[in-house]
């Protein structure tokens, strides 16, 4: 059974910083392109950042870009989310999840993520 837990989230000042971790079990983690997805209050989830299973290729939402860097560590089966100059906006409950495609600047979602997990609230205020 796949399992992905986020934690690292709380609660930060403007302009602060956050890393997010997401372990994973129950799959061949370096085989899959994970990415990190954000949900606010009242708004749909949105794919923040992506990175194939071979590392290099990267997605970022334009809003993050130049802030926020996705990372994964395949030995431990972990992907990270350094987040600097964190801005109000970026409040959010954050998830992460497998699958999905990277190219041409461009992430594309796939149909068949893993349950959604507890994911972890970040809260920036201002």
């Known amino acids: 059974q796949v399992q992905l837990v986020e934690s690292g989230g709380g609660l930060v000042q403007a302009g602060g910083s956050l890393r997010l971790s997401c372990a994973a079990s129950?799959?061949?983690?370096?085989?899959?392109?994970m990415g990190w997805f954000r949900q606010a209050p009242g708004k749909e989830r949105e794919v923040v950042a992506a990175?194939?299973?071979?590392?290099?290729?990267?997605y970022y939402t334009d809003s993050v870009k130049g802030r926020f860097t996705i990372s994964r560590d395949d030995s431990k089966n972990t992907m990270y989310l350094q987040m600097n100059s964190l801005k109000p906006e970026d409040t959010a409950v954050y998830y992460c999840?497998?699958?999905?495609?990277?190219?041409?600047?461009?992430?594309?979602?796939?149909?068949?993520?893993?349950?959604w997990g507890q994911g972890t609230q970040v809260t920036v205020s201002s």
């Open positions: 129950g799959l061949t983690f370096s085989s899959y392109n």
């Open positions: 999840n497998r699958g999905g495609s990277l190219g041409g600047g461009r992430y594309y979602p796939t149909n068949a993520y893993v349950p």
């Open positions: 990175i194939a299973w071979s590392g290099p290729i990267t």
